[in-house]
């Protein structure tokens, strides 16, 4: 019988050439959802500290949500799960656009890959006829994304949804993302390195098309609560739609949020000129929508003069503004943009990229890199041409481009003492565009965030600039600068949100008010449970436990679930934050304790009994 998620999973193994599919356990999906909590379940049975992320047995799960490919808000998004070659622990890399909603209608929920291919290979499943294929890629060996995307809709169909890495997943760069290109939407599961993973497994594409609809439970009754959500997101996410995620910039900067000149800085005066704001009265072309967005927050650009006149594409968002624009101090938004679209053609996260480079530039300045180190390139703030240099070298690893490409933390491994000291990450991932310092909650979740430093796993960060979500944020005021009772702020947000990327919705919904009694809602609509809010809280909080099982497993302790040493001892000296440091160690004892942790940082045997994690114990 039809029903709202496809019910089975692709195998593909690489070394033997051969694909077969497993039924997905029915039993499994009221624990874990789909998306990253069943990759979670999953690989925390096999996970193994001896075998290296790259290795061609470490698996990589590509999984929807469970509500991916529904006409629910949103109902768009993919997760790319493993072993990080970044961090070396557990990692999730989510992307919206069109790809997840037509491999459901190709009939499956996701897919497990393992193994390596002798020689570069695509795979090609086509729901409508039943082709799954594995076909020579080495002729797109080299070619960046959008290249090797448009080869691709010629030789399976125009109307086929491509996910592809660039030349840095290739060269097995540990900061390359993969990406879902279609047409001037392009959307990237960035974070943690997984287009090294993808590389290492000669694996340069996976088209798919499809046919297959989802069916609900109650289809009336769903797209009823559809109709009303979509409305109620609409209203309350105006600026979203018209100036998306980019329009945030004067804001970060006013209150002492946005990073400038890798963190050290209170004030940016070029912030308007890099700014959705400016972006809509000079280069914007349209709006673009991810499968089922009601938002519509991405923008398409075109440069029509300068140096950088003929970029078109999908232009940058919030992060890679930040990061190019105010951690990089480049006052050019064509700049900015051509460097988004650099990134997204060689396939480089554009956070840790700038991040790495924003790290490199101090490193100039401090004399720890030299002329002599790239081979000439002047790495002074606000060159922009150098930025884009390292960007090719990175990708390619090309003389410093190597050393960066290996992420912040190795780098300042091997530059030495002086350059840990701002060294910017945590557990080796780079840090998001959100101060710990002007929203001392958010210290909190990167230190204790499983994929590392990552904004999306608590957007505790959102009431400061006055989003409430609904049954959360209801428990008195706000101050984003004191670290009393933040432990509990933290905790509610990353239970929330911990179910998002398994259920395939877009994290954004919630910029428009909807709370976990309305997902709770449509989730029984279209598969019959009967959820309430605190179901899908606790769901939440037993897959952030399930992932942190996973990291004690890799080594992680208490002693990781920290800051970098400019986020605890260099106040920002001037602006909306000024002379504000978080109290980790404060915020931490309650968070355990909240947690159902011990001193170590490992959920207690009753904790896991009280999540239904019984399996897990011992």
């Avoid at 690989?43 to 929807?64: E, H, Q």
């Avoid at 509500?67 to 992307?95: F, H, K, Q, V, Y």
């Avoid at 600039?465 to 984003?480: F, H, S």
């Avoid at 919705?505 to 709770?520: E, M, Q």
Wanted: aromatic content about 8%; overall charge negative; glycine content about 12%.
């Amino acid at each position: 019988m039809a029903k709202v998620n496809a019910g089975k999973l692709l195998h593909v193994d690489l070394t033997a050439g051969k694909t077969w599919t497993e039924a997905v356990d029915e039993a499994l999906l009221e624990k874990f959802l789909l998306g990253s909590g069943l990759a979670a379940y999953f690989f925390y049975r096999v996970a193994d500290p001896s075998l290296d992320a790259l290795a061609p047995a470490s698996p990589l799960y590509i999984f929807n949500g469970l509500l991916t490919g529904t006409i629910a808000p949103t109902g768009c998004r993919t997760s790319l799960c493993g072993r990080s070659p970044l961090t070396g622990i557990w990692n999730e890399s989510n992307m919206g656009g069109h790809w997840g909603a037509e491999l459901r209608f190709a009939g499956y929920d996701g897919l497990v890959v393992t193994g390596a291919a002798p020689e570069p290979v695509y795979l090609w499943v086509d729901g409508r006829t039943g082709t799954v294929e594995l076909r020579s890629a080495t002729h797109l060996w080299g070619k960046d994304q959008f290249e090797t995307a448009a080869i691709l809709y010629g030789e399976t169909d125009p109307k086929a949804q491509v996910l592809t890495i660039g030349p840095a997943g290739e060269n097995l760069v540990r900061i390359a993302s993969a990406q879902s290109c279609s047409p001037e939407h392009t959307r990237s599961a960035g974070r943690g390195g997984m287009g090294a993973v993808l590389g290492a497994k000669r694996l340069k594409a996976i088209v798919v098309r499809g046919e297959e609809k989802p069916a609900y439970f109650d289809p009336e009754g769903f797209r009823k609560a559809v109709r009303e959500a979509n409305e109620w997101i609409k209203a309350n996410s105006v600026a979203m739609s018209q100036l998306g995620t980019a329009g945030g910039m004067p804001g970060a900067e006013r209150v002492g949020d946005l990073p400038i000149q890798n963190w050290r800085l209170g004030n940016w005066d070029g912030v308007q000129e890099v700014s959705g704001q400016h972006l809509a009265e000079t280069i914007f072309v349209r709006h673009s929508h991810c499968f089922a967005c009601p938002i519509g927050c991405g923008k398409v650009v075109a440069i029509t003069e300068g140096p950088y006149a003929g970029v078109r594409g999908h232009g940058p968002e919030y992060e890679t503004m930040a990061g190019f624009g105010g951690n990089l101090t480049i006052g050019s938004l064509e700049a900015v943009v051509r460097l988004n679209d650099l990134c997204n053609r060689l396939g480089l996260d554009t956070i840790s990229t700038s991040g790495v480079i924003a790290f490199a530039m101090e490193a100039w300045e401090k004399g720890l890199l030299g002329p002599r180190d790239t081979d000439g390139l002047e790495l002074t703030w606000g060159n922009a041409e150098a930025a884009m240099e390292l960007v090719r070298r990175i990708a390619y690893r090309e003389g410093v481009g190597a050393l960066l490409g290996e992420g912040v933390r190795r780098a300042a491994a091997q530059l030495g003492p002086e350059a840990e000291a701002f060294a910017i990450h945590v557990k080796g991932l780079e840090l998001p565009y959100h101060d710990p310092r002007g929203f001392v909650d958010m210290g909190l979740n990167y230190a204790t965030a499983n994929r590392g430093a990552c904004h999306l796993e608590s957007i505790s960060y959102w009431p400061g600039y006055g989003v409430m979500i609904p049954e959360i944020d209801t428990k008195g005021p706000y101050n984003r600068h004191d670290s009393r009772g933040k432990e509990r702020v933290v905790y509610d947000h990353q239970n929330y949100v911990a179910t998002f990327n398994p259920l395939g919705l877009c994290k954004f919904i919630i910029k428009g008010l909807v709370g976990p009694d309305r997902i709770a809602g449509l989730l029984c609509l279209a598969t019959g449970w009967d959820w309430s809010s605190q179901d899908l809280l606790r769901t939440g909080e037993r897959l952030f436990n399930l992932k942190r099982l996973i990291n004690l497993r890799y080594g992680i302790s208490r002693e990781d679930d920290t800051l970098p040493r400019r986020m605890l001892t260099e106040p920002r000296p001037t602006g909306g934050s000024a002379g504000v440091l978080p109290d980790l160690d404060l915020m931490l004892e309650g968070y355990y304790r909240l947690r159902g942790w011990d001193e170590a940082g490992r959920p207690t045997e009753v904790t896991l009994r009280r999540l239904g994690l019984d399996e897990f114990v011992g």
